[in-house]
């Protein structure tokens, strides 16, 4: 198993995401989690996260009603740089289906 292939909290040290065994077991300090294929959702919030959730939700709404072109992923990571104690962990893998393709994982990560 390659280290490249988990994505490990920074805090607990716990493994959150292993794609070499398809194991994906968030901790207390993941916030928010996105996928960048699923276009829109999240695919894990925190319960202490749940206005956070419905605050990002409706912020990239407004911004895609007005065309702007932001994605999750950006408004996480602004709400990081904004906001003491968060970060932002990603991790990209790739692989080929009908041909090349690949999808990020991104984490809101509480640190303190």
């Known amino acids: 198993m390659e280290e490249d292939n988990k994505v ?3 805090v607990c040290e716990h493994v959150i995401t292993d ?4 194991i994906s077991d968030p901790c207390e300090h993941v916030m928010l989690t996105y ?22 939700l409706a ?8 065309g702007e072109d932001k994605t999750l992923d950006e408004l996480m990571q602004t709400y990081a740089d904004e906001n003491e ?3 932002v ?16 994982e991104y984490h809101l990560i509480k640190t303190s």
């Not at 794609?19 to 398809?22: G, K, R």
């Open 19 to 22: 794609f070499d065994e398809e």
């Open 59 to 66: 912020r990239y709404a407004h911004l895609e009603e007005t």
């Open 8 to 10: 490990i909290c920074p």
């Open 85 to 87: 104690g968060f970060e």
């Open 35 to 56: 996928v960048d294929t699923l276009n829109g959702e999240f695919v894990h919030s925190a319960k202490e996260a749940e206005d956070l959730e419905k605050e990002m």
């Open 89 to 104: 962990i990603e991790l990209t893998t790739y692989g080929l289906a009908c041909g090349p393709v690949s999808s990020t």
